[in-house]
């Protein structure tokens, strides 16, 4: 059975701390890795496709990066805005299989 | 920007009666999704749907669930006869298609308490 893992299940950051956040998986036949960002009560919102071990994007302060076994959000200098439920999520074609999310806070 | 919506935002409904819970995917978009998310429980998947039938279902999507595209941009989830443990988030999503893949895009959720 697929199964995707984040941690910390939860990460306080002050202002301009920079951090990463962990996501591995164990999957058959990945075809992509994404992030999402959930905001409370709302839809999760895409951030990033990775489709191979090495691949990284960057979208304003966030850095998400692949491996093998694993992939990392990476947040440089986060701001409060940056306070969200980051969701790592692998699948194939069909079904996608997401994890339990880091809860991200960042204090002024 | 495109977006996927959903209707309504929340519904609530008695035990056993049944719920329709709508959404218009993105126009382009070729493979639609339903997944659910109880409350402070990660997203789970529901069914997937291309070329007007399903192309995969988790074992949650028993029976009492049901997929439908009555036309060009409606994409609709029933649920027969509603139970206490169907109370959840539910939200929508959709991908442009097949070949390299797609990510899916989101709705903003329809909030389904059961009472």
């Known amino acids: 059975e697929d199964q995707v893992t984040q941690s910390p299940e939860a990460l306080r950051l002050q202002e301009g701390e920079s951090s990463s956040l962990n996501c591995s998986y164990t999957v058959s036949g990945l075809r992509g890795l994404f992030w999402y960002r959930q905001d409370p009560g709302k839809g999760p919102e895409f951030l990033f496709t990775l489709y191979s071990a090495g691949e990284e994007k960057e979208k304003e302060r966030l850095k998400a990066t692949l491996t093998k076994k694993e992939s990392f959000l990476h947040i440089t200098a986060p701001k409060p805005e940056d306070s969200a439920t980051y969701l790592c999520?692998?699948?194939?074609?069909?079904?996608?299989?997401f994890g339990t999310g880091t809860k991200l806070q960042v204090i002024p | 920007e495109p977006e996927v919506t959903q209707t309504p935002s929340h519904q609530v409904t008695q035990m056993g009666q049944e719920v329709i819970l709508r959404c218009v995917p993105i126009s382009n978009h070729l493979y639609f999704y339903w997944y659910r998310q109880i409350l402070g429980q990660k997203v789970e998947f529901l069914v997937s749907f291309y070329n007007n039938e399903i192309s995969e279902k988790s074992e949650i999507f028993d029976d009492q669930f049901s997929v439908e595209r009555p036309d060009g941009s409606n994409f609709t989830l029933k649920i027969r006869s509603t139970k206490l443990e169907d109370s959840a988030m539910y939200f929508c999503a959709s991908s442009v298609g097949t070949g390299l893949i797609r990510s899916q895009y989101f709705g903003p959720g329809t909030r389904l308490t059961v009472t």
């Open positions: 999520a692998s699948g194939g074609y069909q079904k996608v299989t």
